[in-house]
Structure formats: structure tokens, C-alpha cells
């Protein structure tokens, strides 16, 4: 199963660091830009890529 979340860095990226973690040691597919996007990589592109892919979207909302 392929995973993608979505997320706003200023005051989620903790929260979403652990669902990353508790998802990917259950055995899914996880993607979060800060672990798979990598230097020099287009980054409009690749999270294209990975939503097109994947099996669930996950969304975190936060105020910001």
C-alpha cells in the first residue's frame, strides 16, 4: 500500500514525522517530501508522481 501525506511544515512536521514512522513500521509506503525527495530533484514533479501513485492521500490540517 502506497501512503502520501500532505502537510504544512511550520507546525505539522513533528506530528507528521511520527505517523510516518508508526505507518512505515507497519509495513507501508510512505511518502513525505522531506525523506524522498531528494537534492536537485523537481519537486513540483515528484510529489505529482507520488500522488498519481498512491493509494491513499493523507491530509494533516493545522491553522497554518
Known amino acids: 500500500m ?5 502537510y504544512s511544515r511550520v507546525d505539522a512536521g513533528n506530528f507528521t514525522k511520527h505517523i510516518h514512522r508508526h ?4 509495513g507501508h509506503a510512505v511518502f513525505i ?9 523537481p519537486w513540483a514533479r515528484s510529489s ?4 498519481s501513485e498512491c493509494n491513499i492521500f493523507i491530509v494533516i ?4
Open 23 to 26: 505507518l512505515r513500521d507497519k
Open 61 to 64: 490540517l493545522t491553522p497554518d
Open 33 to 41: 517530501d522531506v525523506n524522498n525527495i531528494r537534492i536537485g530533484d
Open 48 to 51: 505529482e508522481k507520488n500522488i
Open 2 to 6: 502506497k501512503l502520501f501525506i500532505s
